[in-house]
């Protein structure tokens, strides 16, 4: 029997082909997976009866953790033949069925973590350790399909090692398109605050130390850059406060870990699910009785933001500022304007009030803040969805019949393409009174319209004639 399968969802950049292939290949079935140009994924298998029809069962079943299937159709019919074994073709451009889309980025996973604090592993320490069930995804992807030429890592070819783990199906980094190590990933480094490399053994170590010494630092990471700065010592935070202009609006923090966080935070079971979920938001926790960080960092407010360190590069900081429970970790921009995710425009917009730069030579496709997330009456609410959640879509009504796309209004604003009942939000846009604002609305929908596939048919937006979100709105219809 053959069957031809298309799946639509979150399907590509989680490990679905790997899975597909393991499990075609213990069922003895012959025939193809790849991953297609709209973001689905094509197979087709040939094989006796039953185990074709355990395949299609088992896809849903055993599918990995971070997959999501929307929709899958299972064409059955004659062997037509022609197949010597089970195969992962090369993806194809080929587009059609608009309703799939990339995974948000996730966390480091346990199973990577092990090998990053294990000294005999090769990426022992390695800050951006990765496999195909973890990593960025929506940060780094330019266009479809989901392989690694079509993404940020494309400047980092593979090393021998390395690609024998990307080619060997038993290996857990096999088709993992984000696998790098320190020999052919990415390099980090210290700069001054004109940019200026400096020299140093180990960028994070002393990267943590200055931390801890009361600088101020701007860190890119995995979506855009954070300011950091210590959370014991007040004076980096007012100075921070001041530059920043934010007299009362908080800052968030990083935790070193749960137990940290549990030394200043009260943490119920719901917010503790969430700090340590592959999303990692900022979950806003109530300040505990022994509260002891800087007053300055949430400014006459019972609650405080707590993330968890989501990437190998925030471990290594907290390995440099060893005393430092946490540490002041806030989005890296200017007042009004999207959060800086390029190291040109970084030198140039914050070296009036930073003393370091922590660099990568990664870059960032989509820049994406930390995402907000609070319990409310033992429910999670969201504040702010970006990090961890953006692209993934929300169910709604499918009395919508066509592509809407809608541009927000002007403050906090995200935009949204919607259809066949889901609604994909995009990351956290922010404020667009400023041009910087706007054009980051605008580069968000296009590429949200790119990464869906739609051509959008109606658009909507505020009714204040003169919001930018509204203009754009007018330019775009
Ligand atoms: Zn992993
Ligand atoms: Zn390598």
Do not use: W
Not at 242 to 259: D, V
């Amino acid at each position: 029997m053959r069957a031809e399968v298309r799946v639509l969802g979150i399907v590509q950049g989680v490990g679905f082909r790997p899975f597909i292939y393991r499990l075609a290949t213990e069922l003895k079935l012959k025939g193809y997976v790849r991953n297609r140009g709209d973001a689905g994924v094509e197979i087709v298998v040939e094989g006796d009866e039953d185990s074709v029809r355990s395949f299609i069962r088992r896809i849903e079943a055993d599918k990995p953790p971070a997959a999501q299937i929307s929709r899958l159709d299972a064409k059955l019919m004659e062997d037509k033949g022609g197949f010597e074994e089970f195969k992962i073709l090369k993806s194809t451009e080929e587009r059609g069925d608009a309703g799939s889309i990339i995974p948000p980025d996730m966390s480091v996973c346990e199973n990577c973590l092990k090998e990053f604090f294990n000294p005999s592993n090769r990426r022992y320490r390695y800050y951006f350790i990765t496999c195909t069930d973890c990593g960025p995804r929506y940060t780094i992807i330019e266009r479809l399909p989901y392989d690694r030429p079509n993404t940020t890592m494309r400047g980092f070819p593979l090393c021998p090692q390395c690609l024998k783990e990307y080619t060997s199906p038993e290996d857990r980094r096999f088709h993992a398109q984000t696998v790098a190590c320190p020999t052919c990933g990415p390099k980090a480094f210290l700069a001054d605050r004109n940019g200026v490399e400096i020299s140093c053994g180990d960028p994070f170590l002393e990267a943590g130390k200055l931390l801890a010494e009361g600088f101020i630092l701007a860190i890119k990471g995995i979506g855009g850059f954070h300011i950091a700065t210590s959370t014991v010592n007040p004076e980096p935070v007012r100075k921070l406060r001041k530059a920043k202009y934010r007299e009362q609006k908080p800052f968030a923090i990083m935790a070193r870990s749960l137990e940290a966080a549990r030394t200043f935070a009260q943490v119920s079971s719901l917010e503790e699910k969430l700090l340590t979920s592959p999303e990692r938001p900022i979950v806003l926790l109530k300040k505990s009785g022994e509260y002891y960080l800087a007053e300055e960092i949430s400014p006459g407010l019972h609650n405080i933001g707590v993330m968890l360190p989501y990437t190998g590069l925030h471990y290594l900081l907290f390995e440099g500022a060893r005393d430092e429970p946490a540490l002041v970790m806030t989005s890296g921009n200017l007042p009004a304007e999207p959060i800086i995710s390029d190291n040109k425009e970084a030198v140039e917009k914050l070296s009036g009030f930073v003393d370091y730069f922590l660099f990568h030579e990664r870059r960032i496709a989509q820049p994406c803040d930390d995402s907000v997330v609070k319990s409310v009456d033992g429910k999670p609410v969201f504040i702010r969805r970006s990090r961890g959640y953006a692209p993934a879509p929300i169910k709604i009504s499918d009395r919508l019949k066509r592509v809407a796309v809608a541009y927000g209004a002007e403050e906090n604003v995200t935009a949204c393409i919607a259809f066949n009942g889901k609604a994909f939000l995009s990351q956290y846009v922010g404020e667009v009174e400023k041009v910087e604002g706007v054009a980051y609305l605008e580069r968000t929908v296009r590429r949200l319209l790119a990464l869906t596939g739609v051509k959008p048919e109606v658009l909507a937006c505020d009714l204040h004639p003169r919001f930018n979100s509204t203009l754009l709105a007018r330019k775009h219809a």
